[in-house]
């Protein structure tokens, strides 16, 4: 969080360095903090109507359900609404502020596939991410990263159509130093919001094993996701982090740039908290 202080703060500086004004960069954060919060709660609604998620009962699918009910009991939560989504890619997703507002889902792609000490392991790991709240950690940094994107947009749009207020045109130095901020603040923004996303992953993975005391299924869901690795019909790159797995196309792309760690990093942890449990 300090670092997005120190990205929002010096691009505010900088412009207002060049333009000598201040209050123009305090109204587009206000703007940008109040979009930010909006998002936050209605985040999980509009997460579910992208995907196409679908709540059900226990009529409707007695398994998933069961699995889902028994993994609340164990773990103290508040029984979360459940979805499923009708697409034949594997995979899940969470959703919620808190415990008390939590959302699960699944794809009938997962079902299908998946045994039940594999799904028990994916949906302790969709329910690991409500426990620790993650929901609200990635959405506190996606507010950051939407503050930044605003006021660099704000910025460079002023600095285009409105200039300096100074008579001079403003300090070349000033100008100079707020486009290289305006144009590199959204890509490191970006870059923190991946890193805290694959962190959470590892943290999902180790809360879920640990909640089912299986680490192995876990881990051979993820073995077997890798083999039927397909991406979602309805994607969506605002809510893929969410996921169990990458919902997106595979591109070649750095690691860096990924929303989840790789499937090997994450099955040998797993195999590391096997031999100490």
Not at 167 to 189: E, M, Q
């Amino acid at each position: 969080m300090s670092l997005f202080v120190v990205i929002i703060g010096t691009l505010g500086y900088a412009y207002s360095l060049y333009s000598g004004d201040s209050s123009s960069v305090i109204i587009i954060f206000s703007i940008a903090v109040i979009y930010a919060v909006v998002s936050y709660f209605i985040s999980s609604k509009v997460a579910l109507t992208v995907n196409g998620a679908k709540p059900i009962t226990k009529q409707d699918n007695p398994r998933l359900y069961r699995i889902v009910e028994n993994l609340s009991i164990t773990t103290g939560m508040p029984m979360p609404k459940v979805y499923i989504i009708n697409d034949s890619a594997p995979n899940a997703f969470a959703t919620g502020r808190d415990p008390k507002h939590a959302h699960v889902a699944a794809t009938t792609g997962l079902l299908d596939i998946m045994s039940d000490s594999e799904l028990e392991g994916v949906m302790a790991h969709e329910m690991g991410h409500v426990q620790n709240y993650d929901i609200r950690v990635m959405m506190v940094v996606f507010a950051c990263v939407s503050v930044v994107g605003l006021m660099t947009d704000f910025i460079m749009r002023m600095m285009w159509f409105g200039g300096s207020d100074d008579d001079d045109g403003g300090s070349p130095i000033a100008l100079v130093l707020t486009i290289v901020l305006a144009l590199i603040a959204p890509t490191v923004a970006l870059l923190v919001q991946l890193a805290v996303s694959r962190k959470r992953e590892f943290l999902a993975d180790a809360t879920g094993a640990l909640t089912t005391r299986y680490p192995e299924g876990l881990a051979s869901a993820l073995r077997k996701l890798e083999k039927h690795s397909t991406s979602l019909k309805r994607q969506n790159s605002s809510t893929a982090h969410l996921f169990f797995a990458n919902p997106l196309k595979k591109r070649s792309l750095s690691k860096l740039f990924s929303t989840h760690p790789p499937i090997e990093d994450r099955v040998a942890r797993l195999h590391e908290m096997g031999g100490k449990l």
